[in-house]
């Protein structure tokens, strides 16, 4: 029955951390802000949650990180609201920033002078500064959107780490350099100073695994919360998004992450990786050593022993 089944997916998370845990000590802590620097490396936490609300977790699913680029994919789904609302947002916003994998790391300016500042895709900084800049013409206030939007999905409210906000800000010298690139080209429109804060804020939006597993589950949902039954994104708009996450979430590892783990995924640079399990799980997972690409070294182990054991890829 399901209490069984329930059982034995609580054992198997146990075993999969078992096996991923080790692996932090092949990653390496991001140090580009002292507050990255300072986490404790043997932190891990892996939450599952199910679209009926049953949450399996293992470790420190309850203790908050900044969600750093996980939250690009908030602020993609707040643009493609506003882009399902009106036919004219819709084209700017595609015709801003594209769809294709970069292969190249997710800080990289190379691709933005070759290809007229027009970011590859919105998981990587450039097309995350772009959405932004578009989600300032059309949010009355975009850090409260933005925060409204995760604390529901979240199921409780959540908050921002000034202090990571500020800390962000002050080491954006590659990220503003991509944006002044970007306006030289006429592909952002508001002040870089107002573009960084929006982009510095969202990165520092504090949530735990627990909470960011809840906030994917509309994904494997077409679109729909379980939690409230409120549309989020059409169907079609939700499968994109997962699109995005699996051929650009994870950056330039993102052929590695299809091959090895085969699920929608999105990583940030605190060591959060959140997964989508279409018509059954939100998934995250939490450590914060990372591998070269930029994603957390134990929280790929772990997806890929998930996935594999409960034959969870797409493919
Ligand atoms: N704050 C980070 C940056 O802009 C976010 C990047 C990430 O999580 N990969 O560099």
Same mark, same amino acid.
């Given at each position: 029955?399901?209490?069984?089944?329930?059982?034995?997916?609580?054992?198997?998370?146990?075993?999969?951390?078992?096996i991923a845990r080790p692996k932090a000590s092949e990653g390496e802590l991001?140090?580009?802000i002292p507050e990255l620097r300072e986490e404790d490396p043997d932190s891990f936490g892996l939450a599952v949650v199910d679209l009926d609300?049953?949450?399996?977790?293992?470790?420190?699913?309850d203790r908050p990180f900044a969600i750093q680029s996980v939250s690009k994919v908030f602020s993609l789904v707040l643009a493609m609201q506003k882009a399902d609302a009106a036919d004219g947002v819709r084209k700017e916003?595609?015709?801003?920033?594209?769809?294709?994998?970069?292969?190249?790391?997710?800080?990289?300016?190379?691709?933005?002078?070759?290809?007229?500042?027009?970011?590859?895709?919105? /998981?990587?900084? @450039?097309?995350?500064?772009?959405?932004?800049?578009?989600?300032?013409?059309?949010?009355?206030?975009?850090h409260e959107e933005m925060q409204a939007l995760v604390s529901e999905l979240a199921g409780e409210e959540v908050t921002v780490d000034e202090r990571i906000?500020?800390?962000?800000?002050?080491?954006?010298?590659?990220?503003r350099a991509m944006a002044y690139l970007m306006q030289s080209f006429g592909n952002l429109h508001h002040p870089v100073d107002d573009v960084i804060k929006a982009y510095a804020h969202q990165c520092a939006v504090k949530m735990t695994a627990r909470q960011l597993a809840r906030a994917s589950r509309f994904l494997a949902n077409d679109g729909v919360d379980p939690a409230t039954?409120?549309?989020?994104?059409?169907?079609?708009? @939700?499968?994109?998004?997962?699109?995005? /996450?699996?051929?650009?979430?994870?950056?330039?590892? @993102?052929?590695?992450?299809?091959?090895?783990?085969?699920?929608?995924?999105?990583?940030?640079?605190?060591? @959060?990786? /959140?997964?989508v399990v279409p018509d059954r799980y939100g998934v995250t997972v939490w450590s914060p050593p990372l591998d070269q690409a930029g994603n957390s070294r134990a929280g790929k182990a772990a997806l890929h022993e998930l996935t594999d054991r409960l034959d969870l890829s797409v493919f």
């Amino acid at each position: 029955g399901g209490d069984d089944a329930s059982k034995d997916l609580d054992a198997l998370l146990e075993e999969v951390a078992e096996i991923a845990r080790p692996k932090a000590s092949e990653g390496e802590l991001a140090d580009y802000i002292p507050e990255l620097r300072e986490e404790d490396p043997d932190s891990f936490g892996l939450a599952v949650v199910d679209l009926d609300g049953t949450e399996h977790v293992v470790g420190d699913v309850d203790r908050p990180f900044a969600i750093q680029s996980v939250s690009k994919v908030f602020s993609l789904v707040l643009a493609m609201q506003k882009a399902d609302a009106a036919d004219g947002v819709r084209k700017e916003l595609w015709g801003r920033v594209g769809v294709e994998p970069s292969g190249d790391p997710f800080n990289s300016l190379v691709q933005l002078e070759h290809e007229k500042g027009i970011p590859r895709n919105p /998981m990587i900084n @450039a097309g995350a500064l772009v959405v932004d800049d578009v989600l300032l013409d059309h949010c009355t206030d975009h850090h409260e959107e933005m925060q409204a939007l995760v604390s529901e999905l979240a199921g409780e409210e959540v908050t921002v780490d000034e202090r990571i906000a500020s800390s962000e800000e002050g080491t954006s010298g590659r990220n503003r350099a991509m944006a002044y690139l970007m306006q030289s080209f006429g592909n952002l429109h508001h002040p870089v100073d107002d573009v960084i804060k929006a982009y510095a804020h969202q990165c520092a939006v504090k949530m735990t695994a627990r909470q960011l597993a809840r906030a994917s589950r509309f994904l494997a949902n077409d679109g729909v919360d379980p939690a409230t039954g409120r549309q989020i994104l059409r169907p079609p708009l @939700a499968r994109r998004v997962n699109a995005l /996450m699996l051929t650009c979430g994870t950056y330039d590892a @993102a052929g590695e992450f299809a091959f090895d783990v085969g699920i929608p995924c999105k990583s940030g640079v605190a060591g @959060a990786i /959140m997964g989508v399990v279409p018509d059954r799980y939100g998934v995250t997972v939490w450590s914060p050593p990372l591998d070269q690409a930029g994603n957390s070294r134990a929280g790929k182990a772990a997806l890929h022993e998930l996935t594999d054991r409960l034959d969870l890829s797409v493919f």
